[in-house]
Every structure is written in C-alpha cells, then in structure tokens.
C-alpha cells in the first residue's frame, strides 16, 4: 500500500476521471499523502495541486496517469527522472487498438526499461486494497467497495466496475481487486504472487482474457491452490479461427479444450460465467471444505429438494444415505408425512424448532458431510430470520459446510442479515447453491490431488531427434523411426514388418499365428482409411498376394512416381476398447497431449481430455476420469475393462516423449487397442509430424 501518491491529470471538472479518481480516493478514507498534478488549477477537493512532476515536495511512491495518450509518455519519462517508480497508466489509446498503438506502447514499455519502473497498465482500471489500515482506491469506480477476503483480477476494467457496482447490495467482500489492463509489464504471475503471502486474502477470483508466461503462471498457481483457492472465468470458448490439421490431435485441438486442461493443471476451477465465479468465490470463503461429496438436503417443500437432488447428481455430488439410527431420531421429531430419508422433507409445517431439531440430528450423521437447508416461507408461525437465529448455536459447532436456500421475498424477515453474521451464504435457487457446493468438493479434491503429486522433469533427447522421410511436403516421420521410438519409452506397438517386398511380407503373415492386416506405410499417404489403403482379416497367403495387388494399384496415384508402395503388416490386435493418444506443439503452451476414445469417429464423438506436457501419473488418470465415456472404459458389453493404472503409465510415457522430444509438431496413435491379455494398449495406426 503507498504511503502517498500522485495524481497526474487530476481535475475540477465534475464526471471526468481525474475527478473521479480524487473523490473515490478520499472517500475510502485513504490515510496516505495525495498529490494532485494539473498545471490549471490550484486547489482541487481542499488538495493543493502541483503544477507538474518535478514541483512535487517528495517522491511519491505511486504515481497514477489520467492523461490523453498523446501526453503519456512524456508524463511516464518525467516521473522515470523524478525517481517515481511505481506507475498506474490508465490512460487507452494504446496496444489494445492495434496500428499506431502498438507503437506508442512500445515506447512506454522502453521508458519503463529504462528507468526500472513497475508499471501497472496502460488501459487499466487500476487497483484497491481494502486490507485494515490501508483503505486505498486508486480506481475510477463511481462504488465504495465491500472489504472482504476476496481478491480479483480482472484484464477487463470495465467488468471490474460494473462487478464492484453488483457486489454492493451482497455480502461479496473484496481484500484487494487490480485491472491488468494491456499488461505491459506487471502481469497475473506479478499478482498472484503477492496474494500467494497476503493474509487479508483468502480466495482469489480472476478474469482471464489471455494467459501470459504458462509455464510461470502454472508454477505459481499450484504453489497458490495448496492454500488457497483460485477461480476463473477465461473468456472465448468458441472453436472459431481453427485451422486445418492434418492430424486428429490437430483437428480436435480447440485453444479453449487445451486453455481447459492447462487450467486443471494450474488448479484452478474455471467457471463458465461471472455469476457462478462470485457464487463460488463467497462459499469458498465462508464455508470449510467437505470430507466428502455426500450432501444431506433438509427441506419443508418437495418441490425445491427434487430439483437440488437432481443438481447434485449432475454436479458429481451424491445424496448422503443416512444411518438408520438418524432415521429413528428423525422420526420421533417430525409429523407421519414427513420423509425422513434424504432429502429430509420435514414438510410445510416446519417451523424454527423443527430446523433446529432436524439439523442437529443430521450434522451428527458420519455419512453426511454437508448440508444444503431450503427454507420456502413457511406458512406456520416462523420466519427465515426466525431460524437463522433458533440454529445459530449449531452453526458455531459445525464445521462441516451449510449452504441455505431462502426462497422468500428480501425483507427483514427473510434472514439475509443473520446468515451473513453466522457466514452461511444464501442462494434464492437449489440449482446455484448445489453448484457452489460442488467447488467446496472440487477445492477440497485439488488439495487431495496436489498433496499427491509429483513433478515430472523431461530432458531433450539431443541423439534422437526425429526427421521426416520423402514425404516433404508434409514432414510425415517414417514409421519404422515412428515405431523404434515409441518401443523406446515402453509405448508397445502391434508386431509389424515394414518392407516392399512381396516375400518379406508373405514370410510374416505365415510366422503369424492369427489374421494380419496390411496398410501402405509410405510417409506421404497420411490417412489410410479415407483412401482405402488397409486391408483387415487377412489369413492366408492367396488373400495376402490380392490384397498386395490392390493397395499398389489404389496407393500408385497418392505417390511420386519414382517411390514404390511401402507395405506395414501388422498381427491383427482383436477386441478391446479403442483409444487414442495425440499430442501437438503449441505456439503458446508448447507440448499438448490428448487423451480419449478413438477409432474412425474420434472427431466425431469428440470425448477427448487435453493437458500440458509432461504429465504425472495422477494427472495421466485423471485425463481418463475426464472421458465422458466411463462405460466403455470399464467394460461393456463383454469387453475388458482398461487398467486405468496401466493406460496411466502409457499416458505418461507418451507425454515424456513429446516433452523431449522438441521437434515433434503433431503425433497420433489412433487407435491403441486395449488388450487384456498383455494389459497393455497396443498402438495399431501410428504418424508423427515433425518441424
């Protein structure tokens, strides 16, 4: 927190920002010096106002810039000389409209190198801190902001605003918010590592429109999420600006699937909008994590307690099965129609006492581990405000998590105020209180998986560097090289020769002991089933010499006419689950692996999981437990189920090699078969692509 600052372009005009800006300032009660700069006035707010930079009494430890970009950096290259070196340029007008101001941020961004300034912007909403003894809002919000343990960072100002004018009338309290603006040079990672030690923060909300340093951002986040929780809502989820890949990994590789994985590896629980990332953020704040995910609903309406029993299953939650000996208590309380399984619907009747006798009953229950209560205004001598206060006492022994659904008018009977002072946090709909409910779970789930994981380190392989074969024109990496690497990080490929002769591959099909399939192997042929290039169920030999004849014949046009067709005979891997294992090089995240349910549809079902290279084992199951089709990996329909702990290995491995492995643009298996046999996946169609 500066112990002064200065203002350069505060003003007298009534709705400009420099006025803005000195108004909000002095309203949160700012205990710091504060230096206006305007070279047309002499007093502004009972301040005395400096006539430029170097009037100044003393050196500011914050400067703030409210200035029209043309004037910009010279006020920058002035406070530089001042021996100012923390600035806030609010000012736009500069890299985030393209063109000339590109440049003119480039020239900021020089200044700033050159005086070793930290600066915050340009194109910012700037920052407050609202922590005990401090009470600074260098912002132009019109709203006096809540104090509270939540800090957010916002890219966009203008959200940051209108999120302060929304959080008033909540019990949102905020310990710190900062708009990053164009983030010329202090950025997130800066950020968050300042909130890393900051004991007035205790969850952290952000909006991301763009991820800055991955890799740093990444270390610090996991760093954060051991102790505190960080949520997100990034912004583009669209598959617009695709481009087209000659790989499956390539064509299913949408920045936002990548953006999602990379986030889960950071450990941060990403959010679909802003309403959800506050409705989470002010549980996490209030609440203790769950042990579990078994929920325990209590209710005097059924209507209300189906809809959050039907939210909680599709959150991943469950319904807590109560003990019977919670059943009998419960019996001896509540009238005959009551239901005293879970949801626990105590019926209309309920007034303040029976909440109180309900939920004393249930807390006490080993299998529940938290607690939605859905009050609907009762129709007998009882208010909300009524039971808040009746079950205060339990409240302050309970330390597993109460969310309460108030589905009641906002009067001063609807017991808004008195959940707030017990840190209960109240939603009007079961739907956004299950959801808040299942970040308490996913929060508590992160720190389980951190706590278990280890760091994978990957080291490039300087002597065996993948090239690409005559296939130049797609870089396509021969598949005998394809095959000897993958064998090398223990990544099994079907049996196989690779040859061009007709007596090499008719010597295999006999030494083989089931039926063999044969593709064309040349690098320049890159999908086989789209051009009829692979031949199934072949058992004999007269079957093997016809199906040669008709792949020369098919492959001969695909070729430059001075290449043979290369022919791949493989042991024919039969039955099992078939997967797919993918990675790509990308431009901002470096080395991507994908995951999920492959064959020939694998672009069509889409049941893929994406993250960042190299992973570890835990992180390589979890991409596993992120496929939409369970079913399928645990056994259906007579087929084996995949060893999750097996595959996992495979997953990690895989991603080692494209780890180290920097030459490598785009690599599929697709598919692997899983065979239960050898408890392994056996990669069957292999291409690699290299630089």
Sequence with gaps: ???????????????????????????????????????????????????????????????IVLLPFQMVADALEQLGKFGIKNVVIISAGFREIGGEGIEREKELIKIKEKYHLNLLGPNCMGFFNTAPGTSFNGTFSPTVP???NIAFISQSGALGVGIMELAVDTDLGFSLFVSTGNKSDINDNDILEYLYTDPNTHVIAMYLESIDQPEIFRNICRKITAVKPILAVKAGRTESGLRAASSHTGALANPEYIVDGFLKQCGIIRKNNMKELFDSARV??????????????????????????????????????????????????????????????????????TYHDALEIIIEDDAVDAVLLIIVRPPVNTTPRKIAQTIEALIYNCAKPIIAIVMS??????????????????????????????????????????????????????????????????????????????????????????????????RFQKSAHDSIVLKIANEQIIHKTETGLLKLNINTKDELLSAMDELKTKANPFLPADVKPLFLAQQQVKGGVELVLGGKRDSQFGPVIMVGIGGIFVEVLKDVSFKIAPVNAYEAKEM????????????????????????????????????????????????????????????????????
């Design 1 to 63: 927190s500066p112990a002064s600052v200065c203002i350069v372009g505060a003003s007298r005009k009534e709705n400009s920002l420099g006025k803005a800006m000195l108004n909000i300032m002095q309203q949160m009660d700012y205990r710091g010096k504060i230096y206006p700069v305007n070279p047309n006035a002499d007093v502004i707010n009972d301040l005395q106002v400096y006539p430029s930079i170097n009037a100044l009494p003393e050196i500011p430890d914050l400067a």
């Design 146 to 148: 809540n104090p509270g």
């Design 284 to 353: 996490l704040t209030y609440q203790d994590l769950p042990k579990s995910s078994h929920i325990a609903v209590v209710t005097n309406a059924g209507g209300p307690s189906t809809i959050a029993s039907d939210a909680i299953e599709k959150a991943g939650l469950e319904l807590a099965r109560l003990s019977k000996r919670t059943s009998r208590k419960l019996k001896k309380i509540l009238p005959v129609e009551a239901s005293v399984e879970n949801p626990v619907d105590m019926i209309a009747s309920a007034d303040h006492n």
């Design 409 to 506: 008018r906002n009067d001063n009977e609807s017991g808004l105020k008195d959940f707030k002072r017990l840190n209960i946090p109240v939603f009007k709909y079961p739907d956004d209180a299950v959801r808040a409910m299942a970040t308490l779970w996913e929060y508590q789930k992160i720190q389980q998986r951190f706590r278990r994981s280890e760091t994978i380190v990957s080291t490039r392989k300087m002597g065996q560097t993948l090239i690409s074969g005559r296939g130049a024109e797609n870089n396509q990496v021969p598949l005998k090289n394809l095959i000897e690497l993958l064998e090398s990080y223990d990544i099994k490929c079907a049996p196989n020769i690779i040859s061009a002769a007709e007596e090499n591959i008719c």
């Design 624 to 691: 596993l437990s992120e496929l939409r089709s369970q079913a399928l990996l645990n056994g259906f329909r007579g087929q084996p189920p995949v060893d999750r702990d097996a595959f996992g290995y495979t997953i990690q491995q895989f991603s080692l090699l494209l780890a180290e492995h920097p030459e490598i643009v785009e690599i599929d298996l697709n598919p692997l078969i899983w065979a239960e046999s050898q408890n392994k996946a056996i990669a069957v169609d292999i291409r690699a692509k290299v630089k």
